[in-house]
């Protein structure tokens, strides 16, 4: 019979040897899907975050406004330049309770100094005059997601409008 | 026949099959394994993204409609806010849940979804903020996957002045 002629390994089947690497790269493949699948369930819950993030961000800044809307000098003039401070989301004052936003983001706030030049317009600071009437208020959110800190911040200028 | 003596014509032993068996178990307990993870997966990112794009819906509208606005009522969650067309002439603008949990915008008798399909509004509430110089109004929101029991922490806070209110 023309099968006897062929070489021995052209008619066995597979080894057990092939058939435990062939299983190894098959679950070497699949783990490494998986891996990737879990990195990205990570970034796609990472990314909820971060869209609250932006929204308590934003509502920093108008948090700021309707402390300067209440009175600039009882809610605003007394805080000093430079160093963080939180407010309390029902009083708007500032408040020591470092408690988290929904257990798991920290607002905190810091004034800084603008300046103003000779046309009264903002302008780089040491050289020209420190201005009375306008701030720079810097809003940071930090939360951890099991993973690192995340931060964002956001900073504009708010103005005494009011007088008060 | 020569070939019938043959030692690998023998076909497999019983030890070999049993190797065979456990090592195909394996694999395949494996891959049904991975099978369910990215079905989870895949049913996790696809809530998250629905709940995403409905608060984003929600907030970027209701913040140009606030702060667009002169004053607001609100009762039992129902949100109205009065808003100035071009000619000066007072229009309102409603935000509410529907029955079945769904967020709706009405302006002029026309209505509108925030929520994406798959996405219901669980919790919605809006507080009146007042100073000297202006009004002011929070929302907390919350939403939850059609699908999903879990009580997941989906919620959402702003915070957004009337500018029209500025006096």
Not at chain 2, 6 to 13: A, D
Not at chain 2, 114 to 118: A, V, Y
């Given at each position: 019979m023309s099968v006897n002629n062929l070489p021995i390994s052209k008619k066995h089947g597979f080894s057990l040897v092939e058939i435990l690497v062939a299983a190894s790269i098959m679950l070497i493949v699949a783990g490494a899907i998986t891996s990737a699948f879990s990195k990205y369930i990570l970034i796609a819950r990472r990314n909820t975050n971060s869209v609250k993030a932006i929204y308590l961000l934003d509502e920093g800044v108008e948090i700021v406004k309707i402390m300067r809307d209440m009175s600039w000098k009882q809610n605003i003039e007394p805080i000093q330049n430079d160093s963080p401070f939180r407010v309390d989301r029902k009083t708007y004052s500032t408040t020591d309770s470092a408690e988290l936003i929904g257990g798991i983001f920290d607002r905190t706030f810091v004034f800084s100094e603008i300046c103003r030049n000779g046309n009264g317009d903002i302008s780089e600071c040491p050289s020209e005059t420190v201005a009375t009437d306008t701030r720079k208020i810097t809003v940071n959110v930090t939360w951890n997601d099991g993973n690192g800190t995340n931060t964002k911040t956001l900073s504009t200028n708010i103005s005494n409008l009011f007088r008060n | 026949m020569d070939f019938h003596k043959?030692?690998?014509?023998?076909?497999?032993?019983f030890v070999e099959t049993l190797v065979y068996i456990a090592v195909f178990t394996l694999i395949s307990g494996a891959l049904i394994e991975l099978m369910f993870f990215t079905q989870s997966t895949f049913n996790k990112i696809n809530s998250s993204e629905g709940i995403e794009s409905s608060a984003n819906i929600f907030l970027e509208s209701l913040s140009r409609d606030v702060h667009d606005s002169a004053s607001s009522t609100i009762e039992n969650s129902q949100l109205t806010l009065y808003e100035k067309d071009g000619s000066g002439n007072i229009y309102t603008v409603e935000y509410s849940t529907t029955t079945d949990n769904m967020l709706v915008m009405s302006q002029n008798g026309y209505t509108k979804t925030?929520?994406?399909?798959?996405t219901l509004v669980s919790n919605l509430s809006f507080t009146d903020i007042l100073t000297p110089h202006s009004k002011a109004l929070g929302v907390e929101v919350s939403f939850k996957n059609i699908k999903s029991d879990e009580a997941a922490n989906n919620t959402f806070w702003a915070t957004y002045i009337l500018k029209g209110s500025y006096k």
């Open positions: - | 043959h030692k690998l014509s023998r076909g497999f032993t925030m929520t994406d399909p798959e």
